[in-house]
């Protein structure tokens, strides 16, 4: 008889082992860090989420799904402004599907959802597709 208990952790080991290293390698700051400033979104997970928000004083997370039509309409100009912002605001991209847990956390229920956050603290956000323009209205109010 199989010792299940101790196969299935051995399975969760492993993949929050490979969870880690998707993260890491998502976030090696040689992959979209431009003349010292972060200019493409980073990759979030429930795994670096708080260690994330904590490093950057001024983060926009993107709460976004692969399926998501509106998501798609969104993701472009959150590339946009990752890279025209870059040194101001750092960008983070969420997939709700693969990282259910800070989803969860903070009651996202419609994607996009796009949360902005100040020293760690959540402290605004946008529901729904926006256009560029709304975004930087929004973030205008909490420009330092």
């Not at 010792?3 to 492993?14: A, F, Q, R, S």
């Not at 040194?87 to 599907?97: A, E, T």
């Not at 603290?121 to 946008?126: E, F, L, N, P």
């Amino acid at each position: 008889m199989h010792n299940w208990d101790e196969e299935l952790e051995k399975l969760m080991e492993k993949k929050l082992k490979q969870y880690r290293d998707i993260a890491e390698t998502r976030n090696d700051p040689s992959q979209n860090i431009s003349d010292g400033k972060i200019n493409t979104p980073i990759s979030l997970t429930d795994y670096n989420f708080n260690e994330m928000t904590q490093k950057y004083s001024y983060l926009v997370v993107d709460f976004w799904a692969p399926w998501c039509g509106p998501c798609k309409m969104v993701s472009p100009i959150i590339d946009q402004l990752a890279y025209e912002l870059s040194g101001k605001v750092v960008f983070g991209k969420l997939n709700v599907d693969e990282n259910p847990t800070v989803a969860s956390l903070f009651g996202i229920q419609s994607i996009p959802t796009l949360m902005i956050f100040k020293n760690g603290t959540a402290v605004d956000g946008i529901l729904g597709a926006a256009s560029k323009a709304q975004i930087l209205a929004k973030l205008s109010k909490y420009n330092n």
